[in-house]
């Protein structure tokens, strides 16, 4: 069983910086491609930025030029560099990774950020 377990998540200031990590139980070339997503509350989950195998990425507009999704292959872990946080960011944020037909979803970490 794939395992995704997301950590990083916490309180900060409106224009701060988190950094999100994704820890997978199996090496992260077996993925097509991993993601980041956020769901606040009564919203819908949307993905936030995704990165394939071969390293192409992909951003909502809303985080353009703030955050930045990276992995690390060695260690089997996907980052989320999330930098001049807004309000409007707060959300619970999900790791997803898709490997040929099957979905693999984090627990989820939340993220606050305070005006």
């Known amino acids: 069983q794939v395992q995704l377990v997301e950590s990083g998540g916490g309180l900060v200031q409106a224009g701060g910086s988190l950094r999100l990590s994704c820890a997978a139980s199996r090496s992260i070339f077996s993925f097509n491609e991993m993601a980041w997503y956020r769901q606040a509350p009564g919203m819908q989950r949307e993905l936030v930025a995704a990165i394939t195998s071969g390293g192409s990425t992909n951003y909502a507009e809303s985080v353009k030029g703030r955050f930045t999704i990276s992995r690390d292959n060695a260690k089997n872990t996907v980052y989320l560099q999330m930098n001049s946080l807004k309000p409007e960011d707060t959300a619970v944020y999900y790791c997803?990774?898709?490997?040929?037909?099957?979905?693999?979803w984090g627990q989820g970490t939340q993220v606050t950020v305070a005006s």
């Open positions: 997803r990774g898709i490997s040929f037909a099957s979905y693999y």
